[in-house]
Structure formats: structure tokens, C-alpha cells
């Protein structure tokens, strides 16, 4: 069936610091790939995706590349500030395998000044 | 933002007793979903409604029953609650399937207490 891994968190970095969230996928059919954040207090929303093999999702300075080879979609960003601090969840959505959105466990990030 | 309003915000209650939970949208969107969110296990599908009166159960279906009898409403009720349905509860929006069924819309969710 379709699952999604994401790294243990939570993780904790100063403000500028590289960050990098893992996310590893099995599926059936044909996956696409996703990255939620959860706000303190708030809904999860959709910060990126891509829909194919070698697609790169970007948004707000995040990026992640969609590694069919590796089944892959690490979250990563240059420069994280203090209001990035959030749950981080990947997703996936398989065209012909389970055709629901399936989410990973989330990485809760914290982001020190 | 999605017009998402879920309701109650927060509510403790008994073990034993019934509770319903309800999702408004203000979107006409077609699909509606309810989740659960616990620590270890993040987002987990609950139930999840196709259209009016047409719903389907998710993969903890098993104490939960939901009802949607117009497409702005989803309910999503314990029939009888137990202290391991304490959880935040999310209901999910999406205009549609497949493709760009991965653009789902959350409410704010409800924080529910069972003693």
C-alpha cells in the first residue's frame, strides 16, 4: 500500500541555519508528492508539490525534488527564520494506487533567534 | 482562506457519552474528510464524504460514524466515547479527485477530551 517516512523530530535550529526534513515514499500507481506545514493552532495547508519524477516544488524558500530513483522528497531551505517553526508533514497522492492523500507522522521544527 | 468552519473548538466530555462534531463550508466543494491528529501517528483518514449521502470509511473508521445530508455539512459522531478518541479532530476539503485532490483545504480543528 501506499505509506509516507518522514525523519523523527522534533528538530530544533538557530535562525539562519540549513534545514533539510526527510521524506521517503512507497506507492502504487503513480504518486505525487507533497509537503504540508501545520502553524501553532492551525489547520495544516499545503506549502509545495510536484507531480512528477525530477519535478522541484518550491515555495517561501522551501524546496524539494521529487527522487523517483531514491523515493525521495526531502524539504530543505537555505535560511530558516523563527516564524518557520511549524509541524512539517510529507504527503502523497497515488493516481491508481489508494487515490487519497496519505500522510507522513510530521516533524515538528523549532527555529531559535 | 477556505471557509472551513469546524465547531466545537475544544470539548471534554465522558466516557460513554455520545458526541458530534461538526464541519461547515462555505466552499461547495464536493469532497469532505475528517481526521485525526496524535502524537506518533500524525494525520490518519477518518471517514471521508463523495457527495450527499455519500460517504465512505477512511482507515480508523471503527467507533466513528458520520452523516452528510447537505453538501455544506459533514458530522462526524462518537457514538459512544472512549478515552483513546481524545484527539484533535481536522475536517478536509477538496473541489475535487484525483488530480488536484492533493489540494485539500483544513479547518482549524477540535480539540476533544474524553475522561
Known amino acids: 500500500g501506499d505509506s509516507v517516512t518522514q525523519m523523527e523530530g522534533p528538530v530544533t535550529l538557530s535562525e539562519e541555519a540549513f534545514l533539510t526534513i526527510n521524506c521517503t515514499y512507497t506507492?502504487?500507481?503513480?504518486?505525487?508528492l507533497f509537503w504540508y506545514v501545520q502553524y501553532p493552532g492551525e489547520g495544516l495547508q499545503l506549502l509545495l508539490k510536484?507531480?512528477?519524477?525530477?519535478d522541484k516544488g518550491s515555495n517561501k524558500g522551501f524546496e524539494a525534488t521529487y527522487r523517483k530513483e531514491t523515493t525521495s522528497f526531502h524539504l530543505e531551505k537555505g535560511s530558516v527564520q523563527v516564524s518557520d517553526s511549524a509541524v512539517y508533514f510529507c504527503a502523497l497522492y497515488s493516481q491508481g494506487g489508494s487515490e487519497k492523500l496519505v500522510f507522513g507522522k510530521g516533524t515538528k521544527l523549532t527555529v531559535n533567534p | 482562506d477556505a471557509g472551513i468552519t469546524q465547531s466545537p473548538r475544544h470539548k471534554v466530555t465522558e466516557t460513554g457519552t455520545p458526541v458530534t462534531l461538526r464541519c461547515h463550508q462555505t466552499?461547495?466543494?464536493?469532497?469532505m474528510y475528517w481526521y485525526r491528529q496524535d502524537p506518533g501517528h500524525g494525520l490518519r483518514l477518518i471517514h471521508y464524504s463523495y457527495g450527499v449521502k455519500d460517504t465512505d470509511k477512511g482507515e480508523v473508521s471503527d467507533g466513528y460514524s458520520v452523516s452528510r445530508s447537505k453538501t455544506e455539512d459533514f458530522l462526524l459522531t462518537l457514538e459512544s466515547a472512549t478515552s483513546s478518541q481524545t484527539s484533535v479532530y481536522f475536517c478536509a476539503i477538496s473541489e475535487t479527485t484525483g488530480v488536484g485532490a492533493e489540494k485539500l483545504f483544513f479547518g482549524s480543528g477540535t480539540q476533544l477530551s474524553v475522561l
Open positions: 510536484a507531480t512528477k519524477a525530477d
Open positions: 466552499e461547495n466543494h464536493r469532497y
Open positions: 506507492a502504487t500507481g503513480y504518486p505525487s
